[in-house]
């Protein structure tokens, strides 16, 4: 279990994470109280795709600040609880009504995002989230009309191919082994 606290001026935000994959994933608890229903909504929605436990709490003075604040918190929580090797790709392409919306992930340890989601709040979600959890994640919106579709569509297929690149591994999918840091 992960907890990240980040607290500025701006907005406080809890994320208490557990990355529980196998047998029953999807079945576990997942909450979120954020004041902002959609997204709340996202996350639990995320949360049963990846496979997760979570639960978040936040509140900000900006409908803004909280929706970026509580990306990278999450994306912080993530990075904190991924197990020392993981399969580390994911690739999922999710339909929602109209929508068809595909998620390529590497979370080997380098933050990049592409997209665009046609919201910018949830865009910036995205590419903070992805900054925090150092991930490389790569959105295509394929098609879609609706604005709630498409990003609904979006944070399950992200769901869903975090659950296949955070799987634990004995392997090391990298030629230059694990990354070693010394701070002093």
Known sequence: MSEVVRETRESRVRVALELAMGAGAGALPASAATGEPFLDHMLIALARHAGWSL?????????????????????????????????????????????????????????????????????????????????????????GTDRHHVIEAAFKALGLALRDALTGTDAMFSTKGAVQWTVR
Request: aromatic fraction near 8%; charge should be negative.
């Open 55 to 143: 639960e978040v709490e936040a509140r900000g003075d900006l409908r803004h600040h909280l929706i970026e604040d509580v990306a990278i918190t999450l994306g912080r929580a993530v990075f904190e609880a991924a197990p020392a090797t993981v399969t580390r790709y994911g690739d999922r392409t999710v339909a929602m009504d109209e929508a068809l919306v595909q998620v390529v992930l590497d979370a080997g340890g380098r933050a990049f995002y592409a997209g665009p989601l046609p919201s910018g709040l949830y865009d910036h979600w995205m590419r903070s989230f992805a900054g925090e959890a150092r991930c490389t994640l790569h959105l295509r919106v394929l098609r």
